[in-house]
Nanobody, 126 residues
Framework: QLQASGGGLVQAGGSSRLSCAAS????????MGWFRQAPGKEREFVGV????????YYADAVKGRFTITRDNAKNTVYLQMSSLKPEDTADYYC?????????????????????WGQGTQVTVSS
């Protein structure tokens, strides 16, 4: 089970951190991803982190502004967002995958993930 939290209203240019707490499995064995879905749009890939936390891969739209980290001792993955833009407004979802492979564009596919949390809303005001 995945539980995302930390969303809210943020001003453009500001920062926010989302958390996703996992329960019911061996968290350290899962690759963890973040996706987002804006109103009226398809769910899109944000980024992914390897089981160890040693590798990450990001969508071009957030590269250099967003950072994914994880704390396996706390069964939690984080999405640190900075330099936020109004176009970052969306519901953000965390997802877990028990597949194991190098992080590349394949991880942008929703089908790669086995478990999904509920979304947490982030609104960036201009």
């Amino acid at each position: 089970q995945l539980q995302a939290s930390g969303g809210g209203l943020v001003q453009a240019g500001g920062s926010s951190r989302l958390s996703c707490a996992a329960s019911g499995g061996i968290f350290s064995r899962y690759v963890m991803g973040w996706f987002r879905q804006a109103p009226g749009k398809e769910r899109e890939f944000v980024g992914v982190i390897s089981w160890s936390g040693g590798s990450t891969y990001y969508a071009d739209a957030v590269k250099g502004r967003f950072t994914i980290t994880r704390d396996n001792a706390k069964n939690t993955v984080y999405l640190q967002m900075s330099s936020l833009k109004p176009e970052d407004t969306a519901d953000y979802y965390c997802a877990a995958s028990y597949y194991s492979s190098s992080l590349d564009t394949a991880w942008a596919r929703k089908e790669r993930y086995n478990y999904w949390g509920q979304g947490t809303q982030v609104t960036v005001s201009s």
